[in-house]
């Protein structure tokens, strides 16, 4: 895995498709991004997330047929966000703490 760290747009991205499949919409109020594809990118390169998206078929309230994308973490891929947040805690860990009220 990449010693990266991600931006706090991809990491909040991370997080939510860690638990379930999420839409672009939702990926983009989560982030919050209007272009939260960029950082599904982001998460892609620098985490080597695959983070595939499956296109879901409904009829728009027009009545023409469409359809949305949705991306999803693979089993592998919730292993890799699962050894990552590890390392990010155990980074914070070893880091001196300020005493309460300072910092």
């Not at 997080?15 to 982001?42: M, Q």
């Not at 595939?52 to 891929?77: H, L, N």
Request: net charge positive; hydrophobic share 30%.
């Amino acid at each position: 895995m990449s010693k990266h760290t991600v931006c706090p747009r991809a990491f909040r991205l991370m997080l939510a498709l860690l638990s379930a499949p999420r839409t672009r919409e939702e990926c983009d109020k989560l982030a919050p991004s209007s272009n939260s594809p960029h950082y599904i990118g982001v998460l892609r390169e620098k985490v080597k997330l695959k983070l595939p998206c499956e296109y879901i078929p409904f009829v728009t309230s027009d009545g023409i047929k469409s359809r949305y994308g949705r991306y999803y973490a693979t089993s592998d891929d919730r292993a890799k966000i699962r050894e990552y947040l590890h390392n990010v805690e155990a980074t914070n860990d070893s880091q001196e703490k300020a005493p309460l009220g300072q910092g």
